[in-house]
């Protein structure tokens, strides 16, 4: 092989690296990428006992979210709340600001501790900043006394 042609391979090696490079960095992008749900309340499915809207594994009891709070599932991603008597929603638990997991809910908000952002129980819209994003609904479902999140 001349040096001439080892060159040409060698271009062609780097080449194909520095694609299978970018090809990386684009998935990896692309995986950390946000998706917006929609927020509201048709993100609670509510059933007459049949079973027939069942999710996944029971989160809590209906009696073990407080009225006007809620509760953080860390491990499920979720918070649930409960702005009313008897209303359930739920949301991401991830702060749409810098990705924190929120901590608390308070006063009719769901609270992050790292910049102090706050979202409405209600809806998740953004009540206090820096965040400019409300928290994305969670689909759950609630069938007799037990809350759940909708399977997928």
Same mark, same amino acid.
């Given at each position: 092989m001349s040096a001439s042609q080892d060159h040409e391979a060698r271009i062609g090696r780097r080449t194909v690296v520095t694609a299978a490079g970018?090809? =990386?960095?684009?998935?990896?992008?692309?995986?950390?990428?946000? $998706?917006? !749900? $929609?927020?509201? $309340?048709?993100?609670?499915?509510?059933?007459? +006992? $049949? +079973?027939?809207? =069942?999710? +996944?594994?029971?989160?809590?009891k209906t009696t073990d979210i407080p009225e006007g709070g809620g509760t953080i599932f860390k491990d499920e991603g979720v918070v649930v709340t409960q702005p009313a008597a008897g209303e359930f929603k739920a949301f991401s638990s991830k702060c749409t600001h810098a990705g924190c997991t929120v901590s608390t809910v308070s006063d009719g908000t769901i609270n992050c501790p790292c910049?102090?952002? &706050?979202?409405?129980?209600?809806?998740?819209?953004? &009540?206090? +900043?820096?965040?400019?994003?409300?928290?994305?609904?969670? !689909? #759950?479902?609630?069938?007799?006394? =037990? #809350? =759940?999140?909708?399977s997928a």
């Open positions: 970018a090809v =990386s960095v684009a998935a990896v992008l692309t995986a950390c990428g946000s $998706s917006k !749900e $929609s927020s509201g $309340s048709d993100a609670v499915k509510q059933t007459n +006992g $049949s +079973g027939a809207a =069942s999710g +996944g594994a029971v989160l809590a910049h102090g952002s &706050k979202f409405d129980v209600a809806t998740g819209d953004v &009540k206090a +900043g820096p965040a400019t994003t409300p928290l994305p609904a969670t !689909e #759950i479902t609630v069938e007799g006394d =037990s #809350i =759940s999140l909708a």
